[in-house]
């Protein structure tokens, strides 16, 4: 049974970090796309960052970001324990949602929410 477990959401100030982390149980990280997404209240999920599978042939991974999280936000991954992040930087309050993991573009986890409030 695949599980993604999302932690690492909290209220912050305007201009703060926040590491999001992403467990996944009966999936390997390092074989799958894996991705970001997030929902603000009232409005629908969109995507935040992706992370390719590696290449068939040159076994390399591609990071993807959206617009809005380009040059803040930076997705990372450890094989070892099996986790995907997502470091945010220079949170504003636009940055408020539930935060989801994604894993083989299928799977989801329950999300972790960020509130970004002074």
């Known amino acids: 049974q695949v599980q993604l477990v999302e932690s690492g959401g909290g209220l912050v100030q305007p201009g703060d970090s926040l590491t999001l982390s992403c467990t996944a149980s009966g999936i390997s990280v390092d074989h799958w796309d894996v991705a970001w997404f997030r929902q603000a209240p009232g409005k629908s999920r969109e995507g935040v960052s992706c992370?390719?599978?590696?290449?068939?042939?040159?076994?390399?991974?591609?990071?993807y970001y959206k617009d809005f999280a380009k040059g803040r936000f930076t997705i990372s991954r450890n094989d070892n324990n099996n986790t995907v992040y997502l470091r945010m930087n220079g949170l504003s309050p636009e940055d408020t949602a539930v935060y989801y993991c994604n894993a083989a573009q299928y799977y989801w986890g329950k999300g972790t929410l960020v509130t970004v409030s002074s």
């Open positions: 992370l390719s599978r590696p290449d068939d042939s040159t076994n390399m991974r591609k990071a």
